[in-house]
């Protein structure tokens, strides 16, 4: 379902999708694309579960057949969704490879038809009810990666998403943190 927006040089412009006739109450994925080099983002709010919040990823520039992710747990009040985009014309057959802390891998394939997406919800597969992991996913066609975890947590409910790295790196740098 194309839209097309004018924004401003120099400016924002934000897209309510719930107010976009057919996804009201709809699963979807999203490819942005412009005639000038932009950023995009996606905010999303929720209660989900009994847990109320809001979690935020940048897109991905680009697609890749591989996707990393350093962090998954599914113990206790966690949930963790490994989401996945296939915006090309043939299906992706997609395997993921969750490793665990003890060095033993669970392994998944899944085949996600063209133009489609699909949701991994990892707390539902077999040896990995209550897990710790991290995550690596190989397709035979470029495609688009990310992780969202949903918690409750010493008294304290939300979510956050990552969009998964493409390569492995000597050096990552972070731009904050805190511990107070």
Do not use: K
């Amino acid at each position: 379902m194309p839209l097309t927006v004018q924004v401003p040089a120099l400016s924002r412009y934000t897209i309510h999708a719930d107010g976009i006739p057919g996804l009201a109450d709809a699963a979807f994925s999203t490819q942005v694309s412009s005639d000038l080099a932009i950023v995009a983002e996606r905010a999303m709010y929720f209660s989900y579960a009994g847990r109320d919040g809001g979690h935020d990823s940048v897109g991905a520039p680009g697609l890749s057949p591989a996707w990393y992710f350093a962090e998954g747990y599914t113990d206790g009040g966690f949930d963790t969704y490994i989401l996945l985009q296939n915006p090309q014309s043939r299906t992706a057959g997609v395997n993921l490879s969750f490793m665990l802390e003890d060095g033993s891998t669970v392994p998944l394939h899944v085949d996600i038809p063209a133009y489609t997406r699909c949701t991994v919800h990892v707390d539902e597969l077999p040896g990995l009810g209550n897990a710790a992991f991290s995550t690596h996913v190989t397709s035979d066609l470029a495609i688009v990666a990310e992780r969202a975890m949903y918690f409750n947590y010493l008294g304290r409910s939300g979510g956050h998403d990552s969009m998964g790295a493409t390569g492995l790196s000597p050096i990552w740098y972070f731009a904050e943190g805190c511990v107070r």
